[in-house]
């Protein structure tokens, strides 16, 4: 069965070279995006019919976006910074 041409562009080596970022910055990123997904699908799964049951598919839009950010602040940490930063700081001094 052949394998059509584009499907090598979903490759995570692929994506990790077309982002540009470390392998664990990576994760982290796609981490986040399911984070971002998952409070999308509670909004779209979930109907309030009352006060109470609105309050609490909001607490979990709240919890699914707070995983979001803490996942995309990790990949920040984790990746490595460019050269072309480190030598406008050490041309600074």
């Excluded at 499907?7 to 399911?34: C, D, N, Q, S, V």
Aim: overall charge positive; hydrophobic content about 50%; glycine content about 6%.
């Amino acid at each position: 069965m052949p394998v059509p041409a584009w499907l090598h562009y979903l490759h995570f080596h692929e994506i990790k070279r077309w982002i540009g970022l470390p392998t664990a910055a990576m994760i982290a990123f796609m981490i986040g995006l399911g984070c971002v997904a998952g409070a999308i699908g509670v909004s779209l799964f979930y109907r309030a019919s009352n006060l109470v049951e609105f309050q609490a598919i909001q607490m979990w839009r709240i919890e699914w976006l707070l995983a979001a950010t803490a996942s995309f602040v990790a990949g920040i940490l984790l990746k490595k910074p460019s050269d072309s930063n480190s030598n406008k700081d050490s041309d600074r001094y």
